[in-house]
């Protein structure tokens, strides 16, 4: 289980997922901010879905139990979510994209594609 242990809260509590995921990601020590960022990116439609702006789930993270997705009270909280129940099954230095499709992260058989086709667009727009 990650904790959230800061008497000081960073910056990008204070911003929206857009401007501030990133930087939460790399503060959680999140591995692949990359890809787990292209997963919002996806999972959200460019953080614009129903479940982002009133559930702040930034990855549609599902409860099997209670058939339905979570919710949370601020989009940094689904960051912590995403490790507790996804990341910390994941075995580096693996392939972060086989890792995802081995443990059926999304029905879509395009979605690793899909992931890709985002880090590569992010990636040219930061070296620009």
């Known amino acids: ?9 960073p910056d990008f509590f204070s911003k929206s997922p857009q ?5 939460a ?7 692949h901010p990359q890809i787990v960022y292209a997963q919002a990116v996806l999972e959200t439609g460019h953080f614009k879905s129903d479940l982002c702006l009133n559930g702040n789930n930034l990855f549609g993270l599902y409860n099997s139990k209670k058939h339905r997705y979570y919710t949370f ?7 912590v979510a ?7 099954r994941y075995k580096p230095p693996n392939d972060y994209y086989k ?3 081995d443990i059926g992260y999304a029905e879509d058989p395009n979605y690793i594609n899909k992931l ?3 880090v590569s667009r992010n990636d040219k727009r930061r070296s620009e």
């Open 116 to 118: 890709k086709g985002i």
């Open 25 to 31: 990601l790399e503060y959680y020590e999140v591995k």
């Open 82 to 88: 995403y490790l507790n129940y996804v990341q910390y």
């Open 19 to 23: 401007e501030g995921l990133m930087e």
């Open 99 to 101: 890792f995802l499709s």
């Open 73 to 79: 009270d601020h989009w940094t909280e689904s960051i």
């Open 1 to 9: 289980m990650v904790h959230i242990v800061n008497e000081e809260q």
